[in-house]
């Protein structure tokens, strides 16, 4: 007969996890009252006392390692928690699948996350708030207006500190003038890209050259002037735009970066000397 090792019992599903050591038999064997049914040479089965259980078989390469579930503690679970905003379970399953690496888990979590918000996008967003900035020295100031579906989410500190966020990455970024490329005037665009055709470095090029050359160069400098597309200042390897998203997922609504004024002390003075 051949032998056969317990790995895992699971009692609230009345399961439990054999190894086989021994061949394979194409007879069922009973174990008392487990019926059990060989399928294959040194491979692990599930069985089960309830009827119709479905088995499965796990190569025979599998360690005792891989089958055995990665413990995870309450704490690891917790911090990443804070640092996504994702939900307990999810943490937790993230962390089981990557094999208690954080990194691994985070990055799931944050395609997840990117994911559910993108599905979000399409709702209408009527609430929010209105945050402030002082820059140190008090020459500097910035006003956002953040956006949300309910006003139960705009009441939430996680979305004023949000809107801080941004304002603050507004005030870190002074090439910024738009939140989205939406935001930008065709016009401008069709200037800009007639003064790049004219450019000398360009001249005598094929045009389906030139065109390419004048497309990228137009797109270049029009990320720089939109807030979304921006690292985000505390966290570079996330855009702004990653970041709103982020907690979209955490509170569960559509979010959106409405607009932004940027306030420069000596802005007004400057504006009449150049009139005169």
């Known amino acids: 007969m051949s032998a056969w090792l317990v790995l895992a019992e699971y009692a609230s599903s009345n399961m439990t996890l054999w190894w086989q050591l021994g061949p394979a038999s194409p007879a069922p064997r009973h ?27 796990v190569p025979a390469a599998t360690s005792r390692a891989a089958v ?136 005598g090029k094929p045009d389906q050259i030139v065109a390419k050359i004048v497309d990228g160069r137009v797109a270049k400098t029009i990320k720089a002037k939109l807030l979304l597309e921006q690292p985000y200042s505390r966290d570079p390897n996330m855009s702004v735009d990653e970041l709103v998203k982020s907690y979209t997922a955490k509170l569960g609504e559509n979010i959106k970066v409405a607009r932004f004024v940027r306030f420069n002390m000596g802005e007004t003075a400057t504006a009449e000397e150049d009139e005169e």
């Open 31 to 57: 174990f008392g009252d487990k019926r059990l049914t060989c399928v294959a040479p040194t491979s692990a089965v599930m069985i089960s006392t309830t009827p119709m259980q479905q088995r499965f078989a």
């Open 68 to 203: 055995q579930m990665v413990a995870v503690s309450a704490k690891e679970v917790k911090a990443l928690r804070d640092v996504t905003g994702a939900g307990m379970m999810d943490c937790k399953k993230a962390l089981v699948d990557a094999e208690g690496n954080v990194e691994v888990a985070t990055e799931a979590l944050r395609a997840k996350g990117l994911a559910s918000a993108d599905k979000k996008a399409s709702r209408a967003v009527k609430e929010g708030i209105i945050e402030t900035y002082i820059h140190t020295g008090s020459k500097l100031g910035i006003m956002v207006e953040v956006n949300c579906e309910t006003d139960f989410v705009a009441k939430r500190p996680e979305f004023a500190e949000l809107a801080k966020s941004i304002a603050m990455q507004v005030a870190a970024s002074p090439t910024v003038e738009a939140v989205s490329e939406s935001d930008i005037d065709s016009e401008w665009i069709s200037k800009e890209k007639k003064i790049e055709a004219a450019s000398e470095d360009l001249q």
